[in-house]
């Protein structure tokens, strides 16, 4: 056992003196945290294992709970979000452009866009849906003969091949990716597809919105230019005289008769409020087309590796590690990159492309995400 630093152990002797003197004056319900305290700091020097990553994480604990804290009471607010946030972008375009699609497109163009409009919506809807109500998938809290890897430091449960402790649901989870607050759920092994399929579709549609749009867009932002040109060039009355210098006449033509020279304004609010309703659909689809988008690929570049997130921080130390012993690591759950896809998707034959993918299925996925020895070596898994 390896002796603490000179400051660490008197700090431990300082409160372990200050302790036993007050001990009996303090209260139950305050020795009980100062107690778990005090374990803390002792837990820094127990044995020669301690290194500079258990200290932080000691040291860093109370933000971390507080940040798990936080997302798991915010989780209904994403929710809400991502429903209100998609909604608006849905009356904008029922009741702004498409009274003007149907008075402006042909029939064959008014034909595909409400056709991929429509499907693009069921796609978001259904797996937006079966992501935040699917169970990612919990292993078996009582004693079973499935093979484990390790024991849950926090659950004292053994722990599968790829399962993960979320300290946000506070449980394992079977095949963990990571926790989504957008979901307000962990993404596992019965929902990873529903996952990546939403932000798919939701991704393509953003960008067919943004993309159908831009002339919109821009001649609503030229539009709301003009409404503000206006507001500063209106003109006022011109002074000619006493009485239209204290504004008691207006200006007189030729004839003697009075006119205005500011005249009624061109656009209506509704006309205004068109053109706003336009700016704010470009730009909010813009935005989470660029985002989300960006967060699809990484996924995608995972799934075509055979890991998730966390598997791949995973593999990346442990490429390194073997690297210095001059080995190669080999990802034991990567079959192939099209083999890797059709895992996932749970593509057995070539219309399943279409019934599981392009289309809503709520199929499970392959094994019960405790076992992984259901995939047989071969290099072509399913021939499609």
């Known amino acids: 056992m390896r002796q603490c630093p000179g400051a660490l152990h008197l700090l431990l002797r300082c409160m372990r003196g200050s302790s036993r003197r007050s001990c009996h004056r303090l209260p139950r319900w ?11 700091v002792r837990s820094l020097c127990f044995n020669s294992l301690t290194n500079s990553d258990v200290v932080m994480d000691s040291v ?14 915010f989780g209904m607010v994403f ?47 259904f797996h937006y849906y079966k992501a935040t109500k699917t169970s990612p998938g919990y292993p078996p809290k009582m004693k079973n003969d499935v093979p484990f890897v390790s024991v849950c430091k926090k659950c004292i449960i053994p722990k599968p091949a790829r399962t993960h402790h979320c300290g946000i649901c506070n449980t394992c989870i079977l095949k963990m990716d990571h926790h989504c607050p957008w979901l307000n759920n962990c993404v596992g092994h019965f929902n990873h597809r529903y996952f990546f399929s939403f932000c798919l579709f939701m991704t393509l549609g953003c960008i067919y919105c943004s993309v159908s749009g831009r002339n919109l867009f821009i001649d609503a932002y030229n539009a709301i230019e003009r409404f503000k040109h206006m507001d500063v060039e209106k003109q006022g009355v011109p002074v000619t ?20 020279q500011t005249p009624p304004p061109p656009y209506t609010f509704k ?12 730009v909010l689809t813009s935005t989470v087309a660029v985002a989300l988008g960006g967060l699809t690929m990484w996924h995608a570049i995972l799934i075509s590796r055979g ?20 080995k190669v690591y080999k990802n034991p759950f990567n079959y192939g990159k ?33 076992t992984w020895d259901i995939y047989p070596l071969k290099k072509d898994m399913m021939p499609v």
């Open 30 to 40: 305050l020795r009980e945290p100062l107690g778990y305290l005090r374990l803390i």
């Open 307 to 326: 890991e998730t997130s966390i598997e791949r921080h995973i593999n990346s130390k442990e490429a390194k590690r073997m690297a210095k012993r001059g």
């Open 79 to 125: 929710v809400f979000l991502v429903i209100a946030l998609t909604s608006s972008v849905l009356i904008i375009a029922y009741f702004c452009l498409l009274p003007l699609a149907l008075n402006t497109y042909s029939t064959g163009w008014l034909l595909w866009h409400i056709c991929y409009g429509h499907w693009n919506l069921v796609m978001i809807v």
């Open 271 to 282: 006309d205004k409020m068109f053109h706003k309703s336009v700016i704010y659909m470009w």
């Open 60 to 73: 860093l604990e109370p933000v971390f709970w507080m940040v798990d804290i936080l997302t798991r009471w």
């Open 338 to 370: 099209l083999n890797n896809w059709k895992v996932f998707f749970g593509v057995e034959k070539r219309s399943h492309w279409l019934t599981r993918v392009l289309l809503p299925s709520g199929h499970a996925p392959y094994g019960d995400g405790l």
């Open 241 to 260: 005289g006493v009485g239209l210098l204290i504004g008691i006449l207006p200006p007189t033509d030729m004839t003697g008769k009075s006119y205005y």
